[in-house]
């Protein structure tokens, strides 16, 4: 059962701490989308990747966020230095090129204190 | 620009019951449409699309949808609610950004509660 894999699942760290979550996209899929999800803005895309080329990163604060597909195989979101208001949900999703048709994972749930 | 509204932020509906959730979105051509769910603890599932044709399309679950261009809505309906449809619901609308984008635009959600 092909599937998109986060770790880690769940993260607590001080503020000022570097994270780095990573995403398996499913094998096949050539696009992949980072988003973050938190109770007052819902769904805000971060990045969007196709064929590893990132395509859009508008919606990433420039300073501290970057994203990078360093292979077919893993896409990772970096936040350094982190801050309190980072703490949410970021959800990678990897797609096969379909308009709207997503694969998400499970989601990784950073709490930075 | 793209935008989706979705009118209730929570729902609650007794198992057996109909339901109905509402979208609305603001789309400069003829949008792709969606609804995913995402249950507690997971990532959202894509339930069903429209993209062009029969404006009322048919998902996964017993879900559909129906496509209306005159109300820019694309309501998600049930006509029986089960315990395990408690989650929540996701309209989105795309694509947008030039490029040929598959980027999306999600609504803020609909959570649905199911009373036994």
């Known amino acids: 059962d092909a599937r998109v894999t986060q770790t880690p699942r769940h993260k607590v760290t001080e503020m000022g701490q570097e994270v780095t979550m990573r995403c398996q996209p499913i094998?096949?899929?050539?696009?992949v989308f980072w988003y973050r999800q938190t109770m007052m803005q819902g769904l805000e895309l971060l990045a969007y990747f196709r064929n590893r080329a990132p395509l859009d990163d508008s919606g990433m604060p420039k300073d501290r966020f970057s994203a990078e597909m360093p292979d077919a195989t893993l896409a990772t979101l970096k936040i350094q230095p982190s801050e309190p208001r980072d703490s949410a949900v970021y959800f990678c999703a990897s797609g096969s090129g379909k308009v709207g048709e997503l694969f998400f994972g499970e989601g990784s749930r950073l709490t930075v204190l | 620009a793209q935008s989706v509204t979705q009118p209730d932020i929570h729902i609650t509906v007794s198992e057996g019951a109909s339901l109905e959730l509402r979208c609305n979105y603001s789309y400069g051509a003829t949008p792709y449409l969606f609804w995913y769910v995402q249950s507690p603890g997971q990532g959202l599932q894509l339930l069903l699309k429209?993209?062009?044709?029969?404006?009322l399309v048919q998902g996964i679950k017993g879900f559909e949808a129906e496509f209306k261009r005159s109300q820019s809505s694309f309501n998600l309906r049930k006509p029986s609610v089960h315990w395990s449809d408690a989650a929540e619901y996701f309209c989105a609308v795309g694509p947008y950004s030039q490029g040929g984008s598959e980027k999306l635009v999600f609504g803020k959600g609909t959570k649905l509660t199911v009373n036994p």
């Open positions: 094998l096949g899929h050539n696009t």
């Open positions: 429209y993209f062009s044709g029969d404006t």
